[in-house]
């Protein structure tokens, strides 16, 4: 089967939070080195090019996230009914935890971990008509492991993706500017139980050759991008090379901005590296704080405590970093005090602006294959799973909390809907949570008040 043709390789980007999908330009970095000439769609900012998918042989769809898998699944069925001969491989995180419901629903490979590698090789299998024996390629009856090695980076390719002014943005002292997003590392030094990473890297991860993302974020200025998202799973996993790529990135552009995302104990054990992050033009970092309930932060194996979540949103505003605290807000094991308490700490940490008002009502996923699945802890809440949505059904212990949770959802829903300030959805949420309606909610806030810097895309899995 030739796939060489202009085409005959397709890839598909679903979803990646808003940004141009790192997704679908690394592997065509990678398959345009290997001499292929694939065709590209992000379906979370064009149409479906039902052409494009006629003529392709080969379709690669990208799972990075949770929210891509359910839009993927979609996404496949219509390239069954548009060309049911096309082969179809679902790549990233989500394929090899998915692998064996993606191959009754439509994927004939599925590639996870340091996918890139085993998606060129398949690629050359076929097209060369040889037998797929490929390490790392998942197919009915053969399971694989995810191939977990250092690759031979090639820079990624966006040449066909939709511009970067069709994407989130960063909206900061009342403007909006163009958004570049790279990655300089992959995988995660860490075992939080809940994250959808360690049961695919086990505790590993891989820095890409700082010249490679470099010169990505040269294009990405090139093409209009004055601020820079670093979308490593945790940026200070290699604080050396993350300190290296962003001097030469500042020498090079001193008026970029950028952000990343870090784990609370490694802005507490790299603090002392802050200041010059700022002063290099960080504007903020995310970090996955989650709770702030001792046997929450426990089960979900976090590896810091309600008093070091107080000491790092210090230590990053003394830097002069704004902290955006992303949060798994309801789980099986989280009460309403733990709600309410987790408000007040926003409210009184000044961070009602740091946090998307969609965090307040994040119920935890259980998808198959995390470690939570099977946590003793989970076993007596956890219901069947619930195949379609990749994750098992669960119910608190109490009801109400499951009842707050819908309340919660429905508010921020609303509030997003009708452009509400975050503020004043804020202060209908803590009405909720303490019982009372939510007739003449007041928001202390000016609605004038200077916003903390954020991406117009809201931080979820
Ligand atoms: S939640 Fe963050 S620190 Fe924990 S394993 Fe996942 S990426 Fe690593």
Redesign the pocket.
């Given at each position: 089967m030739n796939l060489r043709s202009p085409g005959a390789v397709l890839l598909i980007s679903c979803y990646e939070l808003g940004h141009q999908p790192l997704g679908v330009a690394m592997p065509m970095g990678f398959l345009q080195r290997a001499g292929f000439q694939p065709s590209v769609m992000d379906i979370a900012v064009e149409d479906f090019d039902e052409e494009k998918v006629r003529v392709a042989s080969l379709i690669a769809i990208a799972v990075p996230m949770h929210t891509a898998m359910r839009l993927g699944v979609r996404v496949a069925e219509r390239i069954g009914e548009l060309n049911p001969t096309c082969q179809i491989c679902f790549y990233g995180l989500y394929a090899s935890l998915n692998s064996e419901y993606l191959l009754e629903h439509g994927a004939n490979w599925c590639i996870g971990g340091e996918y890139e590698k085993p998606l060129v090789a398949l690629v050359e299998a076929i097209d060369s008509d040889s037998k797929v024996e490929v390490a790392g390629v998942i197919q009915h009856g053969q399971p694989a492991l995810p191939v977990l090695e250092k690759l031979s980076f090639a820079v990624p390719q966006r040449d066909g993706l939709p511009s970067l002014d069709q994407y989130a943005e960063l909206e900061h002292n009342g403007n909006t500017r163009t958004a570049g997003y790279v990655e300089a590392s992959r995988g995660?030094l860490?075992?939080?139980t809940h994250?959808p990473?360690?049961p695919v890297y086990g505790g590993r991860f891989f820095i890409l050759p700082a010249e490679v993302v470099l010169e990505d974020i040269r294009r990405q200025v090139k093409a209009g991008a004055t601020h820079i998202t670093f979308g490593d799973?945790?940026f200070l996993n290699g604080p050396k090379h993350s300190l290296r790529v962003v001097r030469a990135m500042h020498e090079e552009f001193p008026d970029l901005t950028f952000d990343f995302t870090a784990?609370v104990e490694h802005l507490l054990t790299r603090g002392e590296d802050l200041p010059e992050f700022a002063k290099a033009g960080c504007l903020f970092i995310i970090s996955?704080v989650e709770s702030l309930s001792d046997r929450v932060l426990t089960i979900l194996d976090k590896c810091h405590t309600k008093q070091e979540v107080i000491d790092a949103f210090h230590t990053v505003r003394d830097a002069g970093i704004a902290l955006r605290p992303t949060w798994v807000t309801f789980t099986p094991w989280t009460t309403r005090d733990d709600f309410l308490e987790m408000l007040d700490f926003i409210e009184s940490q000044g961070l009602i602006d740091h946090v998307d008002p969609v965090q307040y009502s994040i119920r935890l996923l259980i998808p198959p294959g995390s470690w939570l699945a099977d946590h003793k802890e989970t076993l007596p809440y956890r219901g069947l799973l619930d195949e379609a949505a990749f994750s098992y059904r669960w119910t608190h212990p109490d009801p109400e909390m499951d009842q707050l949770q819908k309340g919660v959802a429905r508010v921020v829903e609303q509030g997003a809907e009708s452009e509400e300030d975050p503020g004043v959805t804020f202060f209908k949420v803590k009405e909720l949570a303490i019982g009372r309606g939510l007739v003449n909610v007041t928001c202390s806030l000016s609605p004038d008040r200077p916003r903390a810097p954020r991406l117009t895309e809201s931080w979820f899995c």
């Open positions: 995660c860490h075992l939080c994250c990473i360690p799973p945790d784990k996955a």
